[in-house]
């Protein structure tokens, strides 16, 4: 059974801070990791993929994978209020690793 | 910027009819997938389709449903018999040559069964 776990929050963190945001994973079958932001009521919106060993910076962003553990992390640097959203992990499976394996999301909010 | 749209974007049925959602994927992209979220609950993968068949389905596609891309650029998921526990939002994604990296999601059709 393929699962991904995130701890659902709500992460509350004042504005200008870090959000760390972690997941777990069980499928070592996955090798590509995402994560997506969604607002309430819409879709699901790409932030970052990762799917080697260790740290990935875009930006504001940065994900990190160990692989050995089964962790995936996203970091969010000078935590903006527009940045409060639900923020789902999600791990790749099949051929074009593009079947998603979603968690249930952490809800961030940034307050100002 | 192109993106993956869908019709409608809120479809009220009533309990056993027959329901099809459509996307319309971003034209020069290879690889297809049907997702659904229950209100409040997680994303889950329903389906993935490339070259005119599926390649993945997960247990929750069952013979209720069924999925088709009739005209090359269309593609729809069928609902033959809807039941309560249909009720949902449903996400059209599609992938273009990069792979999963650029994986595109529209904006769903949110499913109220009666």
């Known amino acids: 059974q393929k699962e991904v776990e995130q701890n659902s929050g709500p992460l509350s963190v004042p504005e200008g801070a870090i959000a760390s945001l972690n997941c777990t994973y069980s499928d070592r079958g996955s090798q590509s990791f995402f994560w997506y932001r969604q607002y309430s009521g819409k879709s699901p919106e790409l932030i970052m993929f990762?799917?080697?060993?260790g740290d990935k910076e875009d930006g504001r962003f940065t994900a990190q994978l160990n692989k050995a553990s089964q962790y995936v992390s996203l970091l969010i640097r000078d935590s903006q209020p527009s940045d409060s959203a639900t923020y789902l992990c999600?791990?790749?499976?099949?051929?074009?690793?593009?079947?998603?394996?979603f968690g249930k999301g952490t809800k961030l909010s940034v307050k100002p | 910027e192109p993106e993956v749209t869908q019709t409608p974007s809120h479809q009220v049925t009533q309990m056993g009819q027959e329901v099809i959602l459509r996307c319309v994927p971003i034209s020069n992209h290879l690889y297809f997938y049907w997702y659904r979220q229950i209100l409040g609950q997680k994303v889950e993968f329903l389906v993935s389709f490339y070259n005119n068949e599926i390649s993945e389905k997960s247990e929750i596609f069952d013979d209720q449903f069924s999925v088709e891309r009739p005209d090359g650029s269309n593609f729809t998921l069928k609902i033959r018999s809807t039941k309560l526990e249909d009720s949902a939002m449903y996400f059209c994604?599609?992938?273009?040559?990069?792979?999963?990296?650029?994986?595109?999601f529209g904006p769903g059709t949110r499913l109220t069964v009666t």
């Open positions: 999600a791990g790749g499976f099949g051929g074009s690793q593009g079947n998603l394996i």
């Open positions: 994604a599609s992938i273009g040559t990069r792979g999963p990296y650029e994986q595109y």
């Open positions: 990762i799917y080697s060993n």
